[in-house]
């Protein structure tokens, strides 16, 4: 998808891209065919040959500082097998002044959940190996939180927040409403649990009680585990009314975990 892209370009919207596939010329390869049929090149031209070589070389940070927002669902085909899904559990709601307690990661293969006093430190190692990140929501909460914790932390180049493409299709609300809308279930005993419960097991189990950190740590994973399903389904439904060929990806059922929780802690 994204050699088919020019609103990354200077000066080109989703109008002037529109124009572009629909006078043939549908992916920078033509672009570039034409600027050497014209005998100039011009910024456009220069910036389409740009994209080319950081393409061709993996460059995704390239990308990454040119493509974001509402686009950056486009990144998914290229990027597919190396990106981080992530979600984040704090005390509270102020990057700073809050702590990060639990950072839940799926990279389509395994979950894995990072704990405040126990093994957090090891994240900013481990984030390295990815090329996107994939979040709901994360570019007002998770990132903030991430970067005030881990000065210098290199995330990867690109981010997708599928908090605006969702919004695009007619999505709004918290991820759990929007699970339940597009039939993307997590346990429906743990429906109930949101961040305000979330903050509550976090001091339950620093007092103590053994039962809350392995309910915090399920329901972290639930969060992340829906991420998948849901970017491909953005992925899908956005690319697949656009004149330029694309590929449909999965669909990818979410995936279901056992890890053990004890929802009496709760009541």
């Known amino acids: 998808m994204l050699q088919h892209t020019f609103c990354h370009l200077p000066g080109v919207g989703p109008h002037t891209e529109a124009a572009l596939w629909q006078a043939g010329i549908v992916d920078w390869q033509a672009a570039l065919d034409c600027r050497e049929a014209v005998g100039r090149a011009g910024?456009?031209?220069?910036?389409?040959?740009?994209?080319?070589?950081?393409?061709?070389?993996?460059?995704?940070?390239?990308?990454?500082?040119?493509?974001?927002?509402?686009?950056s669902w486009r990144w998914l085909p290229d990027l597919h097998g190396r990106c981080l899904y992530l979600d984040i559990e704090t005390t509270g709601l102020s990057p700073g002044l809050d702590a990060v307690t639990v950072i839940a990661c799926y990279d389509g293969q395994e979950v894995r959940c990072f704990v405040l006093d126990r093994d957090l430190g090891e994240f900013p190692l481990f984030v390295l190996g990815y090329e996107l990140l994939i979040t709901y929501n994360g570019a007002t909460f998770d990132v903030p939180f991430l970067r005030a914790r881990?000065?210098?932390?290199?995330?990867?180049?690109?981010?997708?927040?599928?908090?605006?493409?969702?919004?695009?299709?007619?999505?709004?609300?918290g991820l759990k409403a929007i699970e339940q809308r597009l039939d993307v279930g997590r346990d429906p005993e743990l429906r109930d649990i949101d961040g305000y419960l979330a903050v509550v097991l976090w001091h339950r189990h620093q007092r103590g009680d053994p039962r809350a950190l392995p309910t915090l740590l399920r329901y972290a994973a639930e969060d992340v585990l829906s991420l998948e399903p849901l970017a491909e389904l953005v992925y899908n439904r956005l690319a697949g009314p656009l004149p330029v060929p694309n590929p449909v990806l999965g669909p990818t059922l979410r995936r279901q975990i056992d890890w053990p929780y004890d929802l009496s802690v709760l009541r």
Do not use: I
Not at 43 to 61: C, F, H, I
């Open 43 to 71: 910024p456009l031209g220069d910036a389409v040959a740009a994209s080319q070589t950081a393409w061709e070389q993996r460059d995704w940070r390239h990308f990454g500082k040119l493509l974001g927002g509402r686009e």
């Open 150 to 173: 881990f000065p210098g932390l290199r995330l990867p180049p690109c981010h997708l927040d599928l908090r605006y493409p969702l919004a695009r299709l007619g999505y709004t609300g």
